[in-house]
């Protein structure tokens, strides 16, 4: 009898309880998210542009609150399902948003060009950041963040290499800081460098980190470089999942600095080495690009997967103690910004090699 009377009640608690367990950590992402939306809706009414997107403010704001509250045991379960389940839905989504027929018509040279800025891009940061003497993976993570498309492109890789959150915020926070700079500062090169507004374009599509910042930073300039630098910036997105596939495929061979549990067997499965979430954002992208997936769903699909991405970004600043953040701080903004800098370097010239008008 008094074997099962704790077994009773354990049962209520796990199995029928699963679901109830995760809503007190979910509730509090979901609050943050709240809170980070409304603040960016003054940012575009007062600006006209999110210079600093919501998904920014969470994870500050998850840093801040995490500062003077440690979550809880009740509140682990949902942080933890939000920073890893509901970021995964959000990358898949994202594949609404991309279409190949566009990018197949920008032409051979600039597609070819672009993926050859991403490749030398990741390869030069993650050199910059080893040389500074950060771990493997949170390298990795500055790399892709810095090649592809800065905050998304740490989220989409993060759990592929097995990073730990700490990493993923120190990754994002100092990216987000410079790619706010960036979308301030790159309107200056228009005349410093004597760029038209094609090849400006080109450079804020190569350079800056998220779409809406892409629109900040051309909008200004002409409608000819917001749709030149939006079409570079996807193509940019799209290589997205080929880069997730091939660090799932570097990944088992990584030290074990920085990863967020013991190393995992030389040989993967299918769906350990491609994760589900980037067969999903690449199906999901195939569609799209066939006209099966209706305009009128892709801006609903492509802003729900934005929410997402801030629920996670909420529960990833929650994970995180500021005061690693602060042991690591010189050495991060010294790589992102480093990092940054050969970017800007290899557009350039791209610009200059392919003698765009």
């Not at 592929?160 to 309107?187: N, Q, Y």
């Not at 992208?285 to 729900?304: D, I, K, Y």
Request: proline share 6%; with cysteine; net charge positive.
């Amino acid at each position: 009898m008094s074997v099962k009377a704790p077994a009773k009640e354990a049962l209520p608690g796990t199995a029928a309880g699963e679901a109830p367990s995760l809503l007190p950590g979910l509730l509090v992402c979901l609050a943050i998210t709240a809170g980070a939306v409304a603040l960016q809706s003054v940012e575009e009414h007062l600006t006209g542009h999110p210079y600093v997107e919501a998904l920014v403010i969470a994870i500050l704001a998850g840093i801040a609150i995490r500062t003077v509250w440690v979550p809880g045991e009740r509140y682990r379960a949902g942080i933890a399902f939000s920073a890893k389940q509901v970021l995964e839905v959000a990358v898949t989504l994202l594949g609404t948003s991309i279409s190949l027929g566009a990018i197949v018509a920008s032409g051979p040279a600039l597609l070819t060009g672009i993926v050859g800025t991403v490749i030398l891009a990741i390869t030069a940061s993650y050199a910059i950041c080893r040389a500074l003497g950060l771990p493997a993976r949170m390298a990795i993570l500055v790399a892709a963040g810095n090649a592809i498309c800065g905050n998304s492109a740490i989220a989409a890789v993060a759990p592929v290499i097995g990073a730990d959150s700490k990493d993923v915020a120190a990754s994002i926070a100092f990216t987000a800081v410079l790619g706010v700079l960036m979308v301030l500062g790159l309107p200056l090169f228009l005349p410093l460098a004597g760029l038209s507004e094609h090849q400006y374009g080109v450079l804020a599509g190569l350079t800056v980190y998220a779409v809406p910042q892409v629109l900040a930073a051309t909008v200004p300039i002409s409608l000819l470089a917001t749709q030149v630098g939006t079409l570079v910036k996807l193509v940019r997105v799209l290589m997205l999942g080929p880069v997730v596939v091939a660090f799932a495929l570097i990944a088992p061979h990584l030290p074990a600095e920085g990863a967020t549990g013991k190393a995992g067997p030389r040989r993967l499965g299918f769906f350990k080495l491609v994760p589900w979430f980037i067969l999903g954002f690449l199906a999901l992208a195939t569609l799209r690009s066939l006209g099966l997936v209706p305009e009128t769903v892709v801006q609903p699909v492509t802003r729900l997967a934005g929410l997402l991405t801030v629920v996670s970004m909420a529960a990833l600043g929650l994970g995180v103690d500021v005061r690693v953040l602060a042991r690591v701080g010189a050495r991060v903004t010294l790589a992102v910004t480093g990092s940054l800098l050969v970017l800007l370097a290899i557009s350039l010239l791209l610009i200059r090699a392919l003698n765009l008008g």
